[in-house]
């Protein structure tokens, strides 16, 4: 029962967060009088050179001049040091983009993906094999992650794009 009272505050304590930093980013965006403001969440934002502790937030709205105007917002608390709400101009209708991935983080991916899969398949065939046995699911695992970690990593460095 703790455990669920834990959860339930830490996560009350992160929507509060998030409902304290949209209303921070929608204060700041109505006091310089921009209208149709829209904000989303960036999640993966933080990836782009960014410390940590920072929240980031699209910020969509309409200029005095009725231009379109996408931002990227970023929140920092107080206890980074300089609380406030930061905003850094984006070209209109992009987003960061994403590098094309590389071969070696490629090979990774699919070499984890691999051993993944090789682990459920590994255990699937011991219990075919083994039935009833105590003693499959360590086969399966014994067999089957190796090779899948093996196949996963070859299609990985073999396949482009």
């Known amino acids: 029962m703790s455990v669920l009272v834990l ?52 910020l969509s709205y309409l200029d ?28 209109a209708g992009s987003a960061p983009r994403a590098r094309p991935m590389g071969r070696a983080a490629r090979t990774v991916l699919w070499a984890g993906a691999g051993a993944f899969l090789g682990l459920g398949l590994g255990i699937a065939a011991c219990f075919v094999i083994f039935p009833g046995s105590n003693i499959a699911p360590a086969y399966g695992v014994i067999l089957g992650t190796p090779l899948g970690l093996l196949a996963g990593g070859l299609l990985g460095a073999l396949r482009r794009g």
């Open 64 to 91: 005095e001049g009725g231009r379109a105007v996408r931002r990227l917002c970023k929140v920092v608390g107080v206890l980074q040091g300089t609380a406030g709400v930061f905003l850094e101009p984006v070209a």
């Open 7 to 58: 959860i339930v505050l830490v996560g009350g304590a992160f929507a509060l967060n998030h409902w304290l930093d949209l209303r921070a980013i929608f204060q700041v965006a109505t006091e310089r009088g921009w209208g149709e403001v829209r904000i989303s969440w960036a999640p993966f934002a933080r990836f782009l050179a960014s410390r940590r502790g920072e929240r980031h937030y699209w």
